[in-house]
Structures are given as structure tokens and as C-alpha cells.
């Protein structure tokens, strides 16, 4: 079966680091895509993985690596803002985006 | 521009009752999909079309239908409402099944009794 999983949740401080973790098991690969959703809100797009290696996009950077089937979102210089759901996805073989149940992040002041 | 739009943005409906569930993008993006999110589970894909005219099936299509009569509209029926369909379902679209992003619309946020 095709599996995706990251933790439940993470806590972290105002202004800190903090990076979320995604293992992945799926029946092919055409991609690996991190999701922002506050509460009561729509995913929007943050990043987009398919070769490995770092990505950068400002205070977001996402890695991926393809034979660990494992990639992770680093968070720097977190605000409050910043407080909200992290869903990792997989584009399968049939190009179909395969969900892990997302992880809400805490900040605190 | 309004990008994706889904209406309504909730509702409660009694059990056996017939619904549909509208979705309208003006981005002239071919592909769509519907998503039902429920706690503590990703979201799931229900039905998918690639481009105008065509539909596939998802990995939980059993009691949804849906129809692509045009690029624009994308929507979603319950023929007979069950209680397990209560959930938030979300309406998104892509410029093609290869594209980078997927654009969701906000959601509606379904109660089955």
C-alpha cells in the first residue's frame, strides 16, 4: 500500500528552527510537495521536490532525499504566523497526489 | 479574480437526501480534483477529471459522482447521504496533471445527520 507519514504535532519557539519530517512509501515517484493549512483554511502550495537535494524559498527550505523515501521542511525565524498544519504529499506513478495526515505546528512566544 | 470557488460553504443535510456540491474555477486550468479532509487523516482524493469531457475515480469514490461538462465547473454529488460523509471537501485545480501546485478552493464543510 502507499503511505505517508509525519508526526502529529511539534512545538517550537518564536524565532527558533524547527523541521518536520516525512517518510514516504508509494507506487512511484513524480514528486514530493509540502502544503501549508491554518485552521479552517485551504492547503496552499509551499514547496516542490523531485530531484534530491536542498530547495530554498526564503525562511522555507525543503529537502529530499529518494532512496531513504524521506523528506523534511525547515522552518527558520518562526513567527506566529507560522502556526498551522504541514501536509507532505507524493505524485504517484498515475500522477495522483497521495497525503500524509499532516502536522500542526505550535509556536510559542 | 477569484480563482476557485465552492459553494455552499457548509451544510447540514439529513441522512438519504440528495446533494451537490458546486466547484467553479476561472484559471482555464485542465485538470480538477475533490478532496475530503477528516481528522487525523490526509486528505483523500474522491474523483478527478484531467481535462474537459473526462472523469476518473479516486481512492474513495463509492457514493460520489461527478460530471465535466466544461473547463470551468467540477461538480460533486452524493446521490444518497450517509453520516460517514460528514466532512470538510475540498475542490482544487491544477494547469495540468504534472504541474507543480495544486489551487484549492475553500471548502465546504458537510454535516450528514
Known amino acids: 500500500g502507499q503511505n505517508i507519514d509525519q508526526p502529529t504535532e511539534m512545538t517550537a519557539t518564536e524565532g527558533a528552527i524547527v523541521q518536520i519530517n516525512c517518510t514516504y512509501q508509494t507506487s512511484g515517484f513524480n514528486g514530493l510537495f509540502w502544503y501549508q493549512q491554518h485552521a479552517g483554511e485551504a492547503p496552499t502550495f509551499l514547496s516542490y521536490?523531485?530531484l534530491d537535494g536542498l530547495e530554498e524559498k526564503g525562511r522555507f527550505s525543503s529537502f529530499l532525499s529518494r532512496s531513504k523515501g524521506y523528506s523534511y521542511l525547515l522552518l527558520k525565524e518562526l513567527q506566529m504566523k507560522d502556526s498551522a498544519s504541514y501536509l507532505c504529499?507524493?505524485?504517484?506513478?498515475?500522477?495522483?497526489?497521495?497525503w500524509g495526515a499532516g502536522t500542526k505546528l505550535i509556536i510559542k512566544p | 479574480i477569484a480563482g476557485i470557488t465552492q459553494a455552499p460553504t457548509s451544510q447540514i443535510l439529513a441522512a438519504g437526501r440528495r446533494m451537490t456540491l458546486r466547484c467553479t474555477q476561472d484559471m482555464r486550468h485542465n485538470a480538477m480534483y475533490w478532496y475530503r479532509q477528516d481528522l487525523g487523516l490526509g486528505l483523500r482524493l474522491i474523483h478527478y477529471s484531467n481535462t474537459a469531457g473526462t472523469t476518473g475515480k479516486g481512492e474513495v469514490p463509492d457514493g460520489y459522482s461527478v460530471s465535466r461538462a466544461n473547463t470551468d465547473d467540477f461538480p460533486l454529488t452524493l446521490a444518497s447521504a450517509v453520516p460517514s460523509q460528514t466532512s470538510v471537501y475540498f475542490c482544487?485545480?491544477?494547469?495540468?496533471?504534472?504541474?507543480?501546485?495544486?489551487?484549492f478552493g475553500p471548502g465546504t464543510r458537510l454535516t450528514v445527520t
Open positions: 482544487a485545480s491544477s494547469p495540468g496533471t504534472d504541474s507543480y501546485e495544486q489551487y
Open positions: 504529499a507524493v505524485r504517484d506513478s498515475n500522477y495522483q497526489l497521495i
Open positions: 521536490n523531485v
